[in-house]
Nanobody, 123 residues
């Protein structure tokens, strides 16, 4: 089992920045690719960003490319999502997820999920 705990969400004005963190425990963190997904009210969950086990490969959704940066620290068992130039449409609950092995953008391939952290961007 892998336990994931997100933090760092909050209320921010459009154009502002936030940094989300996800702390992992339970298994060898470096064996897991990590990702962030989000779900807005009334919408399906969508992929945001993913990072490979070593951090050498990253993927981003088109909607966040150039504004968000995913990174990981295998020594501290954490993954971060730096979000700049936030827009009201970024408002959602953000979830951290882990999958054993190869990084993927497909949510159904992630086995472990955190409880989510709310991000609200006001206009």
């Amino acid at each position: 089992q892998v336990q994931l705990v997100e933090s760092g969400g909050g209320l921010v004005q459009a154009g502002g920045s936030l940094r989300l963190s996800c702390a992992a425990s339970g298994r060898t963190f470096s064996n897991y690719a990590m990702a962030w997904f989000r779900q807005a009210p009334g919408k399906v969950r969508e992929f945001v960003a993913a990072v490979s086990r070593t951090g050498g490969t990253t993927y981003y959704a088109d909607a966040v490319k150039g504004r968000f940066t995913i990174s990981r620290d295998n020594a501290k068992n954490t993954v971060h999502l730096r979000m700049n130039s936030l827009k009201p449409e970024d408002t959602a609950v953000y979830y951290c997820a882990a999958t054993y092995g190869v990084v993927t953008t497909r949510g159904y391939e992630y086995d472990y999920w955190g409880q989510g952290t709310q991000v609200t961007v006001s206009s």
